[in-house]
Structure formats: structure tokens, C-alpha cells
């Protein structure tokens, strides 16, 4: 974007206080302890670290948060949700109507800071402040279909809780891993002529299993809606499918896989989702140490590949020092080797189709209310 760091820090934190570029730096190359922070100067940060809670406002849209069902997720959610982890607090994230209401919220104080596409200007005319939600890396949202213009929003430029959030930004920005959460929600991952073959295939097949989506998914308190973005993947909802391998049904079961969970016919829709969602469950059971909502993500992996090749890669990312248990951390290492391993551009392919899925099923209300 900018030849320059301090170029990128003004852009990254375009409506901070000028006079805090030089420590606002620092934090985006390396975060500074919390406890040497002036708690003088505390602001909101000190409510949060005190109460074990950051809460967070936005409007939801397919750049922050996905929200219904039981399956919370979206570009904008992970990075609240991975800020308030580095500073070891339960994260309290809120949906509301528009970012008028939001921006409210953080004038009021109801939320410690919001996720917005309010226009700077809005945001300034409110006394607020704000920097990109990407530390100025537009692109990493745009060529992912996602809205560049995302910001934080914040009450004082000068509280801690500003100061150490743009610095987890900006690493991130540094380390790749925007990059790598905006490539995981990539709104283009289907291509637009696609859509209208897969709306039709939805729009004619879920009627007919959603019943039987709905009270599987609840026996296992499960998201019926991630039930249903599984089979899709596995068979286009067709309960006759059958792969030149042998797997077969609308879940796309293994003859072994099938008898483990119990089910006599692997071609009968009910007892082929009873026994996708039994699977299911028991990969999101071995992943017990992953946080919601990786964890479903982790499971969808081991569905796909099987969970013994996902634990020999928590074991690579672990020689790495980094953490297994970490979604971006297992994504970014699948798709940096999927081009020498077939199976890894399977998976790549696999979890983000179905995340997809997931978003437009949710996202149409004739299907979700049907």
C-alpha cells in the first residue's frame, strides 16, 4: 500500500490523535505488556480487564458475523473474538439493526467498541475514532469479496483498550493472519454463475429433508443449517449418490463409517443425515480443546480426511510454536501446502464450500422459513 511504516500506521489508525503515532507503532510491530500500560489513562480497558468481558456491536452482513442457528461466525466476529483471547477476556458480541445504532452504542458506552462501515466522516461528527479493521490492508478484504471499508470504532483514542487492539491488529496485519481469515470467508469461493444452479438445487431439495435436518441436528445440538451445507457438499442433497470408492447417500457415508453410526441403509435420506450428523458429532467431540466456532471447522477437516491427518498437522503447527487449537493456524497451513498435497486442496475446498453454504442458506429467508 505505503512505502513507509509510519504511512501504514496513519492509514491503519486514520482517526487517532495524532500525537500517537510513534507508540501506536510500536504496539503494531510488537503488543506491549498489559499491566505497563498508564492505568491513569484507562479508559474502557480497564472496565473490560475487571468485568472478564469485551463487548462488541455490529451490524450483521457477510463481512462481520454470521448469526443465526447456533453457528456464530464471519471475518469480523473471528477478529473480535481473537483480540479478546490475546487479552485473555469472554468475548459479548451484539448485533444491531444498522451502524447508526451501533455507533450509539459506543457513544453511550453500552459497547466497548463496534465494527462498522459508517462512513469516516459519521464516525468523526460523533467525536469517535476509528482505525481499519485491517490496519490499512484493503486489498486482503476486497479480492475476497468482503467490504474494505470495515472499521473499529472507539470512544477515546487514547484509552488502552484502542491502543492494544489497533497493535493486535496491525500484528496481524504483519504476520499474515488478516490475511489468511479473509481468505477463510471469501465471499468468491463460488463462482456468481454458480449460484443460481446451487439456489435452485436448495430451493427444490431442502423442503423435502429439512424436517429431518431439523430434529437430527437438534438430538445432537447442532446447527441444522451447517447439516444441511454437509450434505450438499457431500451428494448436491441426492440420497442415491454413490462414488467410484464406494462411499454412497446423501451424506456420503463409508460402508464402515456407516455401520459404526448405526445406520442399515446408507441410501434411506433419514438414516443417512442421523448418521452424517453421529459422525459429525464425534469429530467436534475429539476437537473438545479447540474454542467454538473453530471447532466446527476443525470437525468438517477430520469429516473430510479424517481426524489421524488432522492431528499429524496440529503436530506440525506445534513445532512451529504455534497454537494447533487455532483455526487460522490449521487453515493457513492447508492452504500453503495445497498445492504439493492433493488431499489438503480436498479439505481447502471442502470446509470453505460448506462455510459458504452455511451463509446462503442462513441468508435466504425462503429456505430458513420454509
Known amino acids: 500500500m505505503h512505502s513507509s511504516s509510519s504511512s501504514e500506521s496513519r492509514l491503519c489508525l486514520n482517526s487517532l490523535l495524532s500525537s500517537r503515532p510513534v507508540k501506536i507503532l510500536a504496539l503494531s510491530t510488537i503488543l506491549i505488556p498489559f499491566h505497563s500500560i498508564n492505568a491513569s489513562k484507562a479508559y474502557q480497558y480497564d472496565a473490560v480487564v475487571n468485568n472478564n ?8 452482513d457477510p463481512t462481520t458475523v454470521f448469526q443465526e442457528g447456533k453457528l456464530m461466525h464471519g471475518f ?3 477478529l473480535a473474538r481473537n483480540y479478546a483471547q490475546s487479552i485473555n ?3 459479548d458480541f451484539k448485533t444491531v439493526p444498522d451502524n447508526a445504532t451501533a455507533l450509539k452504542w459506543v457513544a453511550q458506552g453500552k459497547a466497548n467498541f463496534a465494527m462498522t462501515t459508517a462512513s469516516i466522516e459519521n464516525i468523526e461528527s460523533k467525536n469517535l475514532n476509528s482505525f481499519s479493521a485491517t490496519c490499512g490492508d484493503l486489498n486482503s478484504l476486497q479480492q475476497n469479496g468482503l467490504n474494505p471499508d470495515l472499521n473499529l470504532v472507539f470512544k477515546h483514542a487514547e484509552d488502552p483498550l484502542t491502543q492494544t487492539a489497533s497493535g493486535f491488529i496491525c500484528q496481524g496485519k504483519q504476520n499474515g493472519a488478516i490475511r489468511q481469515l479473509a481468505s477463510f470467508y471469501n465471499q468468491n469461493v463460488v463462482q456468481p454463475e454458480s449460484w443460481k444452479t446451487i439456489q435452485r438445487d436448495l430451493s427444490q431439495r431442502i423442503p423435502i429433508y429439512q424436517a429431518s435436518f431439523k430434529q437430527t441436528a437438534q438430538k445432537y445440538d447442532l446447527d441444522w443449517h451447517l447439516l444441511a451445507a454437509i450434505g450438499y457438499q457431500e451428494s448436491y442433497l441426492k440420497p442415491d ?7 454412497r447417500g446423501l451424506m456420503m457415508l463409508t460402508n464402515s463409517t456407516a455401520r459404526e453410526m448405526g445406520v442399515n441403509n446408507r441410501n434411506d435420506p433419514a438414516q443417512s443425515i442421523q448418521g452424517g ?9 475429539l476437537y473438545a480443546d479447540v474454542p467454538l466456532p473453530d471447532r466446527n471447522w476443525y470437525a468438517l477437516v477430520a469429516y473430510n480426511m479424517g481426524p489421524g491427518a488432522v492431528n499429524q498437522i496440529q503436530k506440525r503447527i506445534e513445532a512451529q510454536g504455534k497454537n494447533p487449537n487455532n483455526w487460522v493456524n490449521l487453515y493457513s497451513y492447508l492452504d500453503q501446502n495445497k498445492a504439493s498435497n492433493g488431499r489438503y486442496r480436498q479439505a481447502v475446498q471442502y470446509v470453505t464450500r460448506i462455510r459458504s ?14
Not at 53 to 60: C, G, N, P, W
Not at 241 to 247: A, K, L, R
Open 357 to 370: 453454504y452455511v451463509e446462503h442458506i442462513k441468508s435466504s429467508s425462503r429456505l430458513v422459513e420454509i
Open 76 to 78: 469480523g466476529y473471528d
Open 277 to 285: 450428523a453421529k459422525y459429525y458429532d464425534k469429530m467436534l467431540n
Open 89 to 91: 477476556v469472554k468475548l
Open 241 to 247: 449418490s454413490v462414488s467410484p470408492t464406494g462411499v
Open 53 to 60: 468481558r469485551l463487548t462488541v456491536v455490529a451490524v450483521e
